[in-house]
């Protein structure tokens, strides 16, 4: 099976940068887009970044500027550099990924989910 899993959550002070990858693993033929979603205690999930297999980004209005997404597809990883951290990003930070698994016609498609790393932005 396909599997997603985060890395470089922890603990930063208001200002510093952090680094998050998310590697997939298993049988996959291909990976269409990688993206990073956040949820903070008592609020809904949502949209951080996202990037297409062809390399376009997309990022929500208050990580532009800070955030920066991209992916080494050979490594089949995706990659979130965060700077300027502040408290409004502590978050459990989750990343999907919409995976083709084989070469079959018609293709299936396979929406996958990490378990998530936290991210908590203190002093």
């Known amino acids: 099976q396909v599997q997603l899993m985060e890395n470089g959550g922890g603990l930063v002070q208001p200002g510093g940068s952090l680094r998050l990858s998310c590697a997939a693993s298993?049988?996959?033929?291909?990976?269409?887009?990688m993206t990073w979603y956040r949820q903070a205690p008592g609020k809904q999930r949502d949209l951080v970044a996202a990037?297409?297999?062809?390399?376009?980004?997309n990022y929500a209005g208050s990580v532009k500027g800070r955030f920066t997404v991209s992916r080494d597809n050979a490594k089949n990883t995706v990659y979130l550099q965060m700077n300027n951290l502040n408290a409004d990003d502590t978050a459990v930070y989750y990343c999907?990924?919409?995976?083709?698994?084989?070469?079959?016609?018609?293709?299936?498609?396979?929406?996958?989910w990490g378990p998530g790393t936290l991210v908590t932005v203190s002093s």
């Open positions: 999907n990924a919409r995976v083709r698994v084989s070469s079959r016609w018609p293709p299936e498609y396979l929406e996958l």
């Open positions: 990037i297409t297999n062809d390399g376009s980004t």
């Open positions: 298993g049988r996959i033929y291909s990976i269409h887009t």
